[in-house]
Nanobody, 122 residues
Framework: QVQLVESGGGLVQAGGSLRLSCAAS????????MGWFRQAPGKERQFVAA????????GYADSVKGRFTISRDNAKNTVSLQMNSLKPEDTAVYYC???????????????WGQGTQVTVSS
């Protein structure tokens, strides 16, 4: 089992950048695919990005491709999401997630953090 704690959310103007981080507990972090999801008010949670065990493969939602970058550091048990060129429609609670498999498929993620708020003002 893995426990996840996000940090790095906040308020930023459109066009700005934020970096989210997620710290994971557990000795088997490197055997979990990691991902980021988000949920805006009144909307369902949606996939944002994911990365496999070694970081060799990543996946992104079309809405964030070219703007967001996911990365991980297995030595530090962390995964990050660098968000550039932020838009007001990126406003949401962002959740870190883990999957006990080597995949970037959104449906495989079953462990969740508590979320961190990202607000992008126009």
């Amino acid at each position: 089992q893995v426990q996840l704690v996000e940090s790095g959310g906040g308020l930023v103007q459109a066009g700005g950048s934020l970096r989210l981080s997620c710290a994971a507990s557990g000795r088997t972090f490197s055997r979990y695919a990691m991902g980021w999801f988000r949920q805006a008010p009144g909307k369902e949670r949606q996939f944002v990005a994911a990365i496999t065990w070694s970081g060799g493969r990543t996946g992104y939602a079309d809405s964030v491709k070219g703007r967001f970058t996911i990365s991980r550091d297995n030595a530090k048990n962390t995964v990050s999401l660098q968000m550039n060129s932020l838009k007001p429609e990126d406003t949401a609670v962002y959740y870190c997630a883990a999957a006990p498999s080597n995949t970037v498929v959104a449906g495989a993620f079953s462990y969740w953090g508590q979320g961190t708020q990202v607000t992008v003002s126009s």
